[in-house]
C-alpha cells in the first residue's frame, strides 16, 4: 500500500513539473521578432492606447526607429567588451548609466513635443506599469533561481 501511494506521488509530482515547463516557453524558444516588427507593434500598442492622429504615428514611428538603431549600437559595443573578456571599470559604468539616462530623458521630451498633454500623461501612467511588470519579472527570477 506504502508502495502504491509513493508512485502516485511520484506520477503527480511528475506531471505537474511537465505542465509547469509547457505553460512557459523558455526565452530562446519564443519567435524572435525583428526590430522594425518590434516598432510596429509598438506603435499599433500606442496608436490604440494613446489614440494617435496620422502625423503622431509618423513621428512616433520615427522616434522608434531611432530608438531602435541607437539600442542596437550600444548592443553591439556591449558585445564587443564581452567579447574581449574586459571588465568595464566603475568609471565607464558611470559613463554608460549618465549616457543611457540622457537618452531616456531625450526621448521622453521627444515624445512630450509628439503628444498632447493628456496623451503624454497616460504614456507616462503606461511607462511605469512596464516599469512594475519588468519589477515583478525581476523578483520571480530571483525567486527562481534561490
Request: proline share 1%; aromatic share 4%; glycine share 0%.
Amino acid at each position: 500500500m506504502k508502495k502504491l501511494l509513493i508512485a502516485a506521488m511520484l506520477f503527480v509530482g511528475i506531471a505537474s513539473f511537465a505542465q509547469d515547463m509547457d505553460q512557459k516557453p523558455a526565452r530562446e524558444q519564443r519567435e524572435r521578432m525583428t526590430a522594425e516588427q518590434r516598432n510596429e507593434k509598438q506603435l499599433q500598442k500606442l496608436t490604440t492606447e494613446l489614440n494617435l492622429d496620422a502625423s503622431q504615428q509618423a513621428q512616433v514611428k520615427q522616434l522608434l526607429a531611432d530608438r531602435s538603431a541607437k539600442a542596437e549600437k550600444f548592443r553591439e559595443a556591449r558585445q564587443e567588451k564581452k567579447d574581449s573578456n574586459t571588465k568595464p571599470t566603475a568609471e565607464e559604468k558611470a559613463a554608460f548609466k549618465k549616457q543611457m539616462e540622457d537618452e531616456v530623458a531625450a526621448n521622453d521630451a521627444k515624445m512630450k513635443s509628439i503628444l498632447k498633454a493628456d496623451q503624454y500623461t497616460k504614456w507616462k501612467a503606461l511607462q511605469e506599469e512596464k516599469k512594475d511588470k519588468m519589477r515583478e519579472k525581476m523578483k520571480e527570477r530571483k525567486q527562481d533561481k534561490i
